[in-house]
């Protein structure tokens, strides 16, 4: 028999509740019915129009006025748009930021979705297809700690089809999103042809998945101090250290670098499979001292020496050329400007004799090829590998400056490099840079 678990429940709670309209939410919304009155309880429903369906309209419709028949507060959005992302993370990811502020708006102290055994079923089935780690394939938990509220699954005990028959008995309306039998989605097919089969085997057996999970979480308790002190040794200031990280346990290793993505991807960790974990772990192990990996939602992991980051939504500007004339404010926050004198000789400064080049000189990033004739070294080098002597990162590079003149002669690596065009002090020289 469906029912709520009152040891939830306290006198004077306010309760978010997520309803969508279908079968699952509408009977969680009339379970807490049956007991607002016993526990004083304030509820507000809240609603996403996912803008795919054109019986959206009416459901939200439906529901505004169920919510006034029954005296409930009644928040509701509509999504306008979606970006290039994965239509169902997209969708879950606004879902769940407007439940966050209504909770806040409300100042209420507990969030509830409709979440049922078959949804961790299929939860845990597509993470372990996929592949996750032990947090991964938990699925997700029952009582999840939020930002100042309680998020709880109350439903996670029960069936699909137990839902639907609490509704017919006690005639609780709702409507069937037809959108879930196209075998389009991955989770749909799940549900269709995996879970069924389950059920043969087992009727109960959404309960031994749910076992399964709740030993996994507890397993990851453990697991979690181990990598939160293992982060302590490995990461500073957001760097992951490479030679630190190698000392430890690939599994905790693993860990690691889940947890620090989860920074990045909160619930949608599932995007993370284990082939971007295995390219990421060569990449670390590689003796190769530069390189990077596109992951998913624009988050690239870079690798320089012995530092190891992610960063979420780069957008750096990586070519550009001007043509100098007395000063130029660069793209990686630096300058170069024309001065009348400089008392050193440091590579933040050259010295130019203007019959020896081709004006005006050109500011630039580097290009494939590019060679400079360095001072004091009989012929020419490669940029390239100037920037992997001086360890400088794959970053950096693709936004330092490199001067040249008319003719595409490389004169000056500012703050790297000086070029056989650059002057000794004592020697005849019109032209004085320096870069700041």
């Not at 400064?349 to 070294?377: F, Q, Y």
Request: charged share 30%; with cysteine.
């Amino acid at each position: 028999m469906v029912s709520i678990d009152e040891s939830f429940l306290h006198t004077n709670d306010k309760i978010v509740i997520g309803c969508s309209t279908g079968p699952d939410s509408m009977a969680l919304v009339d379970l807490l019915l049956h007991v607002r009155e016993k526990y004083q309880l304030s509820l507000i429903i809240c609603h996403v129009n996912h803008n795919i369906r054109k019986e959206s309209v009416q459901e939200a419709q439906f529901l505004k006025e169920f919510c006034e028949l029954h005296n409930l507060i009644f928040e509701t959005m509509t999504i306008e748009e979606y970006g290039d992302d994965n239509f169902h993370n997209e969708a879950r990811n606004i879902r769940y930021q407007f439940f966050d502020s209504i909770v806040k708006k409300y100042d209420a102290n507990l969030l509830m979705t409709a979440h049922h055994g078959d949804d961790l079923m299929e939860t845990i089935l597509m993470r372990i297809v996929r592949g996750s780690n032990l947090n991964g394939y938990s699925g997700f938990k029952m009582i999840v700690e939020m930002d100042g509220y309680t998020m709880i699954r109350p439903l996670i005990f029960y069936t699909k089809q137990e839902l639907l028959d609490y509704d017919f008995e006690h005639k609780v309306p709702f409507f069937l999103d037809k959108s879930n039998e196209k075998d389009t989605y991955t989770r749909n097919r799940y549900r269709k042809y995996v879970l069924p089969f389950l059920k043969s085997e087992e009727k109960d057996v959404h309960l031994k998945f749910l076992k399964f999970s709740n030993t996994l979480n507890d397993s990851c308790k453990f697991i979690d101090k181990v990598t939160k002190n293992a982060i302590k040794r490995c990461i500073v200031d957001d760097k992951i250290l490479v030679d630190r990280f190698l000392e430890e346990d690939l599994f905790i290793q693993k860990e690691i670098l889940y947890s620090v993505l989860k920074d990045f991807y909160q619930d949608d960790l599932i995007l993370i499979g284990d082939k971007h974990i295995d390219i990421l772990l060569s990449m670390i192990h590689s003796h190769k001292a530069n390189s990077f990996m596109n992951l998913p939602n624009d988050v690239v992991a870079r690798k320089n020496y012995n530092e190891f980051t992610f960063v979420k939504d780069v957008d750096v500007l990586t070519s550009y050329e001007i043509e100098f004339d007395q000063y130029a404010l660069l793209p990686n926050h630096h300058s170069i400007e024309l001065v009348s004198s400089v008392d050193n000789n440091s590579n933040n400064v050259c010295r130019l004799n203007s019959h020896d080049v081709v004006l005006p000189l050109i500011i630039r990033t580097r290009r494939m090829g590019d060679r400079i004739a360095v001072k004091g070294l009989n012929g020419t080098k490669k940029v390239k590998d100037i920037f992997i002597d001086k360890k400088i990162s794959l970053v950096e590079r693709d936004t330092w400056p490199i001067v040249l003149d008319s003719r595409g002669e490389v004169v000056w690596i500012p703050g790297i490099k000086k070029s056989k065009f650059d002057k000794k002090m004592n020697e005849e020289y019109d032209i004085i840079l320096k870069y700041n």
